[in-house]
Nanobody, 124 residues
Framework: QVQLVESGGGLVQAGGSLRLSCAAS????????MGWFRQAPGKEREFVAG????????GYADSVKGRFTISRDNAKNTVYLQMNSLKFEDTAVYYC?????????????????WGQGTQVTVSS
């Protein structure tokens, strides 16, 4: 059984920062590729960032490149999303997702495990 629990969301002013965390259960966390997705009201869920099991490869959506950073601590079974220079359009529910070892991919169907999500609201 794989469980993912996100935390760190909240309300922040435009230009501010937040760090999201995703705590994972499962003895093989260190072998998973992890991703962050988000879903804004009235929009489809979209890929934000991903990281391979070793942290050696990362991938980002163009809309967040240079502002967001994904990282992981396999000893803590946790993946992070540092979000800087937040914009109003970053407002969304942010989801953590996991897939078996492999490349970072943007398609949500490639991730069988999902957390419940954490709300991020950026005020303009």
């Amino acid at each position: 059984q794989v469980q993912l629990v996100e935390s760190g969301g909240g309300l922040v002013q435009a230009g501010g920062s937040l760090r999201l965390s995703c705590a994972a259960s499962g003895r093989t966390f260190s072998t998973w590729t992890m991703g962050w997705f988000r879903q804004a009201p009235g929009k489809e869920r979209e890929f934000v960032a991903g990281i391979t099991w070793s942290g050696g490869r990362t991938g980002y959506a163009d809309s967040v490149k240079g502002r967001f950073t994904i990282s992981r601590d396999n000893a803590k079974n946790t993946v992070y999303l540092q979000m800087n220079s937040l914009k109003f359009e970053d407002t969304a529910v942010y989801y953590c997702a996991a897939r078996a070892i492999g490349a970072v991919v943007a398609g949500e169907r490639s991730y069988p495990y999902w957390g419940q999500g954490t709300q991020v609201t950026v005020s303009s």
